[in-house]
């Protein structure tokens, strides 16, 4: 793939920009977009700056293997031990999971910018943590943040105070999130009758049919970049999470329900990259590894970035396999969703041992 290869001669000249926030699905549907899991094996296969090792993948697999039998990977548990995630399975949860994963982007911060944190009732949240924790304090003052007619009108000035964290410091990309919310509820409207409950429902029990929607009828949801002249490729990261929190939220009822929930990828963003680091699946280049050291920006779309997103895919699914011939309980789900909450969530865990582990800064509304 040439464009990867050239990537290894214009790193040091890389564009700092956020990159489109809103690609016209017009011009999606021009070109053939592969699926997430396509993508990850065609990004994989191509891959010039990244090894997916297989002793690595292995230790990640007898790490998650040992996790299992301790009970320690239930969908169950991954999304409602976090406290400040809704409890409850009912139609204001699946209203409060939808709002939350058309904002769930871009919560980094450069190492001279002061990091946005929110505290909530005695506890320090950042990153995605911190926007649930302002919905939840939003919530809180009887403001209805996550009804589609109150979101679809929100300013500027409004969405920065309801997501204000500590000391004064702002959300990032503050307009984007505006208009991905105008957008989410102009669709809502003009499609579902203003619902997320019929949204759901229209997919009638099938992640990849509600992906489907999601992904060309949300122009904020379709994540997807040009792989080269021929081909797009696709990760739908927010789009995916709605359906596997849902998923989780609901325990595979109601409107949790999909008969083929497996059939997602995980959720390439920029800080499951550094678990598979830490456990050894990934091996950078190291031209990679310069610019990644760097701490530049790097732009939505290119060949570092879509490369390590499709490997990413790639190695949960490797690892998904592994941990499965491990003979489990056979009652015991495993599939790249719960591999991909562990990883996360491992990452926050081990936060101070994951710092020499680099991770690629790219701002897009994507995630």
């Not at 891959?47 to 990977?73: P, S, Y």
């Not at 239930?74 to 031990?81: I, N, S, T, Y």
């Not at 009804?147 to 920065?160: A, H, K």
């Not at 229209?202 to 489907?212: D, E, M, P, R």
């Amino acid at each position: 793939m040439p464009s990867l290869r050239g990537a290894l001669v214009d790193a040091r000249t890389i564009p700092k920009s956020i990159g489109p926030c809103f690609t016209p699905i017009t011009d999606i549907m021009t070109k053939g977009c592969l699926s997430p899991r396509e993508s990850g094996e065609l990004v994989a296969k191509n891959a010039q700056n990244i090894v997916i090792d297989h002793d690595g993948v292995k230790k990640c697999a007898e790490f998650l293997a040992d996790r299992l039998k301790q009970g320690g990977l239930r969908m169950e548990d991954l999304f409602k031990k976090t406290e400040i995630h809704p409890q409850s399975a009912d139609e204001a949860g699946a209203k409060w999971v939808f709002f939350a994963d058309v904002l769930n982007f871009s919560f980094w911060h450069q190492e001279d910018q002061p990091q946005y944190a929110i505290t909530y009732k005695g506890n320090r949240y950042t990153g995605y943590l911190s926007l649930c924790a302002a919905i939840n304090r939003t919530l809180d003052q009887g403001i209805p943040l996550t009804d589609p007619d109150f979101f679809g009108t929100i300013t500027e000035d409004q969405l920065d105070g309801y997501l204000k964290g500590d000391q004064g410091v702002s959300c990032p990309l503050i307009p984007d999130r505006v208009r991905c919310l105008q957008e989410a509820s102009n669709i809502l409207k003009s499609k579902y009758e203003n619902s997320v409950k019929n949204l759901i429902l229209s997919a009638k029990g099938s992640a990849q049919s509600l992906l489907t929607k999601l992904t060309s009828d949300f122009e904020c949801f379709n994540d997807s970049a040009e792989f080269d002249a021929d081909r797009r490729v696709s990760f739908f990261k927010r789009a995916q999470i709605f359906i596997s929190d849902l998923w989780c939220l609901f325990e595979g009822q109601d409107l949790g329900k999909f008969e083929d929930i497996d059939s997602l990828t995980m959720f390439a963003d920029y800080r499951v990259p550094q678990s598979l680091q830490y456990f050894g699946a990934f091996k950078y280049s190291e031209a990679l590894l310069d610019q990644l050291n760097t701490n530049e920006e790097l732009a939505f779309g290119h060949p570092f970035e879509m490369e390590i997103r499709g490997c990413s895919i790639k190695a949960v699914d490797v690892i998904v396999e592994e941990v499965r011939k491990k003979q489990l309980d056979p009652t015991i789900r495993v599939n790249a969703i719960l591999v991909d909450y562990f990883l996360w969530g491992f990452r926050r865990e081990k936060a101070k041992e994951m710092e020499k582990f680099p991770y690629h800064k790219t701002r897009s509304i994507y995630y």
